[in-house]
């Protein structure tokens, strides 16, 4: 048999080189496992950290020489462009600040082995793959790496009864998703007969109106709103970052997010929006419902990891409803204004994550709200940090927070959706009383000697200067300089809107 | 004189947030102290400046300063005063050294962050005043709340969490509809001119038919009636009055309330004109019945905060019906218009010294029933003068600023609506009903309870900070010109010319040439 070797050129490796390395290492830390020489943790960690720190650099570098236009390698299978490298670049971020995290975690001390390092490059090489391919069944396969891996991570890095009931449910329902995807790619290949994103738009223009298409459509919307922890397949969210070691819910609710909407823009922006009257009702309706129930459910939670996933629930609602502002219309908002809500809420959920993973470290369990009672005397800075990611998940100015919920109503009601920003509006108004629970808990109440006496976090400077660093962006980006963040959210979006 | 006219609101806007910072981080409750009223004096002294240069005989937006904030969605830093906010940016910097003067004596260990969370509300308060582009007013405008929920809900009364969650919840959930309402301007200011501006200026020139007018006018008339709080939106006010701590309250009532009718005269009435033409009855409607029925509420409280408080709704309707006396003409009253501006102001001080002077009771008494006290008059004669006098002013004796501005307002409103004003005058006479008898009840009968026996006088810091608002009470009722005078054109070329809505403006570096005024 002949197949024809693909003629790659350098700049292919050279975008390629964050998804080699990150395998590279993952296969390296994996092999440290079994060798007797250099079984240490501690040099996983030095690769991780070092290899996640190269990755970034490339990857910054190549956003900043790339131009608007993106290039395809290995027929669709890679794509070199500004949205595809932001997706890698804040992927990249994310795991980085969620190593350097986890660095100081208790997780650390009793749990950790090299083989999590190898799982984690894994999922991170798995989720920088899919964010930069044209091609239906290398997303898949790219989503897959990133799901199992974290299916694995959830229930084996601190092995107990919770993270075991969240890994399994999570694994269950995620491969059901995983299937009906694949289903719903598998009747577009066979009503287009094209695997690449971008032909099934083409032919998609020549078929109007075939079943078949809406049929993939559909299915396809539903796998993603499972991925995307939509309303009302959200069910295994709750369970899953409860369970899961607070570093591994940091990087599930950030860096997954970012995989699975850039991913999403693709499919439903590059691919389906010839069939937008089938799936914007759908994925409407599940912005809506996420907007609703994510908020009014929230509001019953006592863990705050529980008490957060709900919140991200709600903020996928919110960039669903930019998604769905996509097609027909003016198209120049929605596309930046989700890549910059993305930017927002990646920063304001570390910061928060950090502070909880601090407050955890003496406890090894989830604390819930009431634990926080108080801590406004007891360590005053790292109350007023948590406020401001608070006010910032609720959407209040001067943060970043107010800046892409405002740019998100734009992209909204530039197509007239006004039903579902007043659903949004409602939305926001009731997760604004469950994120002051949290600051009322905090400077409000005075603290019981008993959950007080508990939180008696040790001091960390990674944990600072990232908890620092992220109210430093919160109020600079929500003040100063939105301009920025917005200019590369509109850049990054350039290749997908045209403009 | 160049330089200080073209930053001077920027100054007036972020001086007190840098001050905010400075107190925070502060070695000692003592320095912060010092910090917070040097600063506050000097944004006064800012506000006396803006006052003076003040073109009074133009309707101009004067002393404007524009930048590009986010050139992506057209959204520009704004800062400009014109007549209609003139006196609320003086009257927010004249009350804030009053505020932290009454807060002088007090020392623990939050007072830092009171004092911040003091001056970071008087920055959104002057820039929610200032701001002239949609978007940079709504960063102040729910920024405000941030501050004010901390004070209410950390230094507040037993309820307080409820009061302060209820207070936040209903403002944002206006305000975010109102936002909505302002996206949709927008879009609509861009189909009829090709260029996206949030601009104040820029989006007073967009034409909308009525239906589509109406919905925006909704959003936005709610937004701030809820602010007003114009009944049947009024419920948080007792609650957050009640709970909040004394300069909460002055605050709340002095500048905060005033958002929400300033916010009408801005936004409301100019960019819906004709929408606010039909819901102008219904608007006063609420109006009266606000004025009625905060009356009677406030007639039978025993505590005499919430007495106050209601009050407030009361006062309030004749600031709403001011502003929506529509005439047979079409146009709005000028007389009812002057009347509502002068109104806010006075309401600000009059209110605000009750406020302080319940305050001072209660720090005595650690209680507010009006059935603990009784014949104060006799030990306390520097409060008892003062507390007629605000109440004086409160209800529009002749002679204080409160009989100026109601007066006009039911001149004005007489014109348009003769049935309204019937029913508003109701009112006047309630107020002097209820106030007079929370007079009597504290200062004067038999000095029987003996803990009030040995209640202390006013000492001279209290006296330090009530004597103005008096002494500025009556000076408003005396000599209203003084403070009209610059106001009018503004209001006059709002009442004329509302349904075409358009404003100069003056750049901050154009103001100094005093002898062209």
């Known amino acids: 048999m002949n197949f024809p070797i693909p003629q790659l050129s350098l700049s292919f490796y050279g975008s390629a080189l964050p998804i080699i390395l990150l395998s590279v290492t993952s296969i390296i830390a994996l092999l440290m496992g079994v060798s007797k020489r250099c079984n240490s943790v501690q040099s996983a960690i030095w690769i991780n950290k070092i290899s996640l720190f190269a990755a970034l650099l490339i990857i910054i570098r190549l956003y900043g020489i790339s131009g608007s236009a993106s290039e395809m390698f290995l027929s669709g299978g890679f794509v070199a462009g500004r949205l595809g490298y932001f997706g890698q670049g804040i992927i990249v971020a994310v795991a980085l600040v969620v190593s350097l995290l986890m660095g100081v975690s208790y997780i650390k001390a009793k749990f950790f082995r090299g083989e999590i390092i190898a799982l984690f490059h894994m999922v991170i090489a798995g989720m920088l793959t899919m964010v930069a391919t044209d091609d239906l069944v290398t997303l898949f396969i790219g989503l897959e790496m990133a799901s199992i891996g974290i299916y694995a991570l959830i229930g084996y890095v601190s092995p107990n009864k919770l993270s075991q009931e969240g890994a399994i449910k999570y694994f269950v329902l995620g491969s059901i998703a995983a299937a009906i995807l694949l289903f719903g790619f598998a009747f577009l290949y066979a009503a287009t007969g094209t695997l690449r994103i971008s032909e099934i738009s083409v032919a998609i223009g020549k078929i109007s109106g075939h079943s078949w298409v809406e049929l993939g459509a559909i299915l396809t919307i539903v796998g993603i709103g499972f991925k995307m922890a939509l309303v009302p397949f959200h069910m295994w969210t709750p369970d899953a970052y409860e369970g899961a070691p607070t570093g591994l819910t940091a990087f599930m609710a950030t860096a997954m997010k970012t995989m699975i909407m850039v991913a999403a823009i693709r499919v439903f922006e590059n691919g389906l929006s010839g069939v937008h009257g089938v799936w914007v009702p759908v994925l409407g309706f599940m912005a809506a419902a996420s907007l609703l129930f994510a908020n009014i459910l929230a509001l019953a939670q006592q863990s705050v990891k529980r008490l957060l996933a709900y919140s991200s629930i709600a903020h996928s609602g919110y960039m669903a409803l930019a998604l769905t502002a996509m097609s027909g219309g003016v198209r120049q908002y929605s596309v930046p204004s989700i890549l910059f809500y993305l930017i927002s809420y990646v920063i304001v959920s570390l910061g928060a994550f950090a502070i909880i993973m601090w407050l955890e470290n003496e406890r090894c369990e989830n604390i819930i709200v009431d634990d926080l009672t108080g801590l406004a005397k007891q360590h005053p800075f790292a109350a007023v940090a948590l406020s401001v990611f608070m006010f910032s998940l609720g959407g209040m100015p001067p943060t970043v927070g107010f800046i892409s919920k405002l740019y998100i109503f734009n992209a909204a009601l530039s197509n007239n959706l006004v039903g579902l920003v007043i659903i949004a509006a409602i939305g926001s108004t009731i997760s604004l009383y469950y994120y002051m629970r949290v600051i009322v808990r905090m400077f409000m109440m005075e603290g019981s000697p008993v959950l007080g006496s508990l939180i008696k976090p040790q001091r960390s400077l990674t944990t600072t200067v990232i908890v620092g660093g992220s109210v430093a962006l919160i109020l600079l980006l929500g003040t100063l300089l939105p301009e920025k963040a917005l200019r590369v959210a509109k850049h990054s979006a350039a290749e997908v809107t045209g403009g | ?517």
């Open chain 2, 1 to 517: 004189m160049q330089l200080i006219n073209s930053y001077i609101l920027s100054f007036l806007v972020f001086m007190p947030l840098i001050a905010a910072f400075a107190v925070f981080l502060s070695p000692s409750t003592a320095v912060a102290r010092w910090v917070a009223m040097g600063s506050s004096i000097l944004v006064f002294l800012g506000g006396l400046h803006v006052w003076y240069w003040f073109d009074g005989t133009s309707p101009a937006l004067q002393f404007v300063e524009s930048y590009d904030w986010i050139p992506t969605f057209g959204v520009k830093y704004i800062l400009g005063v014109d007549g209609l906010s003139l006196l609320l940016v003086v009257l927010t910097t004249f009350l804030m050294p009053l505020v932290l003067l009454s807060q002088w004596h007090i020392d623990n260990p939050r007072q830092k962050a009171f004092l911040a969370l003091l001056l970071s509300l008087e920055s959104g308060m002057i820039g929610a005043l200032a701001a002239m582009d949609m978007v940079f007013f709504y960063v102040f405008w729910e920024a405000m709340l941030i501050p004010m929920y901390f004070i209410i809900g950390v230094w507040g009364g037993k309820r307080r969490i409820y009061a302060a969650t209820k207070f936040i919840l209903y403002t944002v959930l206006g305000s975010l509809l109102m936002l909505a309402a302002a996206v949709l301007l927008y879009f609509a200011h861009f189909r009829q001119t090709g260029v996206y501006s949030t601009s104040l200026l820029d989006l007073y020139s967009v034409r909308l038919p009525l239906s589509g007018q109406m919905w925006m006018f909704t959003a936005f008339a709610v937004a701030f009636a809820i602010k007003v709080p114009m009944w049947p939106f009024h419920t948080w006010l007792p609650d957050a009055h009640v709970e909040a701590p004394t300069v909460g309250s002055v605050l709340l009532a002095g500048v905060l309330l005033k958002m929400g009718t300033y916010g009408l005269l801005r936004f409301a009435v100019p960019l819906f004109p004709d929408a606010m033409v039909v819901a102008a009855p219904l608007l006063i409607f609420c109006g009266v019945v606000g004025i009625i029925y905060g009356a009677l509420t406030a007639w039978v409280q025993k505590d005499a905060k919430k007495m106050v408080a209601y009050s407030s709704v009361s006062h309030l309707g004749f600031v709403v019906i001011g502003t929506f006396a529509v005439m047979a003409g079409g146009e709005l009253s000028v007389e009812a218009l002057t009347g509502a501006t002068y109104q806010m102001i006075n309401h600000g001080i009059s209110t605000g010294a009750l406020f302080f002077l319940v305050g001072v009771i209660y720090e005595r008494r650690h209680t507010r029933m009006l059935s603990d006290f009784g014949g104060l008059a006799e030990n306390m004669p520097w409060f008892a003068t003062l507390l007629i006098i605000a109440t004086l002013s409160s209800v529009g004796l002749p002679g204080t600023g409160g009989f100026v501005g109601e007066f006009l307002i039911l001149m004005g409103v007489f014109q348009a609506m003769p049935v309204a004003a019937i029913f508003a005058s109701l009112g006047v006479l309630l107020g002097a009903v209820y106030m007079l008898s929370l007079c009597r009840k504290i200062l004067f009968g038999p000095l029987d309870n003996p803990e009030n026996k040995v209640l202390k006088d006013l000492c001279p810091r209290e006296l330090g900070y009530l004597v103005p608002l008096a002494v500025l009470a009556i000076v408003m009722g005396v000599f209203p010109n003084a403070f009209m005078g610059k106001t009018k054109p503004s209001i006059e070329h709002l009442a004329k010319h509302y349904k075409n809505y358009s404003l100069d403006f003056k750049m901050g570096y154009e103001m100094s040439d005093k002898s062209a005024n």
